[in-house]
């Protein structure tokens, strides 16, 4: 059953397993507004419950604009539930302000002991660091890209990983993204690094996650085609991307990654349900140039890949672009 709302248009979402249910974080803007480009400026931080992915129970909202004067008094957007070592759930989340036109990314966090009441932390928020990544008025992009955090426990490293939405401070303006990077060993104290990629031609990577399938490391993100200068794509993609890696820390082939077809599905998430089975999901975008703002159901990824095991995709010829941009 699609995830949809009757007073509010859905987008952006991610999946947080308690064991016993599924827990869907969403935006959510109330379609009062009319125009759905408005949405991004009202958006708050929706929460449902499922026993399957399926079947949803709404709930109160988990997030919703901060108090003004603050970093994030306009809205929230996207980011990562995950689970403490202490037991307590960690959600991290973007945030923009009135003060700077929403222009102005940042990450911050909240927790909660239930998944359903949620407290911001009073450590203050995370920024791009100048040294690494472009900001405000730096390039040509008409905001500072600092967004979608996704937060896992690497192994290898026993340390919080973090991977960002986040453009280069050098490079072609047209073609910046990197997946930013930060690290933590408490989920409160997070220091910037270096991002774990360089530009490959992609002017924004939204979404991004990473995940070890079957052996092999996957980064997936999401972005419009027209907005990848010099990427090859088929005439059916929507802008979910998928590329092979090392790891889940990369590195990552970045110039073979390759679209995967969505009907009219933006802002994709990999998800592994407790079966083992590798599912993705995202939001209806736009069908017949008309928004939609609904959660489709959730596709098996096997359905989807028609490689090998390693995901190296071989890419087609170009045959027409979009012209409507879906942002965070």
């Not at 690290?183 to 991002?195: C, F």
Request: include cysteine.
């Amino acid at each position: 059953m699609t995830f949809r709302l009757a007073d509010h248009w859905v987008w952006d979402s991610w999946v947080a397993d308690d064991g016993q249910d599924y827990h869907l974080f969403f935006l959510r803007a109330s379609r009062a507004l009319r125009d759905p480009d408005k949405r991004h400026h009202r958006a708050s931080i929706g929460h449902a419950m499922s026993p399957d992915l399926r079947t949803w129970t709404l709930l109160p909202d988990a997030l919703v604009a901060g108090d003004e004067p603050s970093w994030d008094d306009l809205a929230t957007w996207t980011g990562s539930t995950v689970r403490g070592h202490d037991g307590r759930w960690h959600l991290f989340y973007t945030g923009v302000s009135r003060a700077e036109g929403g222009l102005h990314q940042r990450i911050g966090s909240a927790v909660s002991d239930d998944l359903l009441v949620w407290e911001r932390t009073t450590a203050g928020p995370l920024e791009a660091d100048p040294r690494w990544y472009e900001k405000l008025g730096q390039g040509t992009w008409s905001d500072e890209a600092w967004r979608d955090p996704f937060v896992f426990y690497d192994d290898d490293t026993r340390r919080w990983q973090m991977l960002v939405t986040a453009r280069a401070a050098t490079g072609d303006p047209a073609a910046r993204a990197v997946v930013g990077h930060a690290v933590s060993d408490d989920l409160e104290h997070w220091s910037v690094r270096p991002p774990l990629s360089r530009p490959a031609g992609f002017g924004e990577m939204e979404v991004i996650q990473s995940h070890n399938v079957d052996g092999e490391g996957v980064l997936i993100f999401s972005c419009l085609p027209h907005l990848a200068p010099g990427i090859p794509f088929s005439e059916t993609s929507t802008g979910t991307w998928i590329a092979p890696g090392a790891g889940r820390l990369g590195p990552w082939e970045l110039e073979r990654s390759s679209s995967f077809f969505l009907p009219g599905v933006y802002a994709a998430q990999l998800f592994r349900q407790r079966d083992g089975q590798w599912v993705v999901f995202g939001f209806q975008n736009s069908v017949d140039g008309r928004f939609v703002g609904e959660i489709a159901d959730p596709v098996p990824l096997a359905d989807l890949l028609t490689v090998d095991r390693r995901f190296l995709l071989h890419h087609q010829t170009p045959t027409s672009t979009p012209s409507t941009r879906s942002t965070t």
